[in-house]
């Protein structure tokens, strides 16, 4: 859904092209980081004693629940599962 008037996105556009890459990209990694929190706190007030690695599979799943069919996903979470239970045990001993 588009409802900024064209003139409204042309200057949002002007104000952002004129930050520096590095300060855009800086800011890009900040509200990426500040939404991965919001979703895990999200997950965490809705499952309280969740693993952290079932945390980062149910984040996973929640950032690409749009890129893949149910199918797919579930695969890959299950794989992502499979992956971190096994490196967490070596780092583990």
């Known amino acids: 859904m588009t409802d900024t008037p064209e003139d409204i996105r042309k200057k949002q556009f002007e ?5 520096p ?3 855009r990209l800086n800011n890009l990694f900040e509200m990426t980081e500040l ?3 919001i979703i ?5 007030s809705k499952n309280p004693g969740i693993s952290n690695i079932e945390m980062k599979v149910e984040t996973f799943k929640i ?3 749009f890129d893949f069919d149910d199918t797919t996903l579930d695969q890959i979470a299950n794989s992502l599962k ?3 239970d096994k490196n ?3 780092t583990s001993l």
């Open 15 to 19: 104000i952002i092209s004129s930050i």
């Open 21 to 23: 890459l590095k300060d």
């Open 35 to 37: 939404s991965r929190r």
């Open 40 to 44: 895990q706190n999200r997950i965490i």
């Open 63 to 65: 950032f690409y629940r």
């Open 82 to 84: 499979d992956y971190l």
């Open 88 to 90: 967490v045990n070596k």
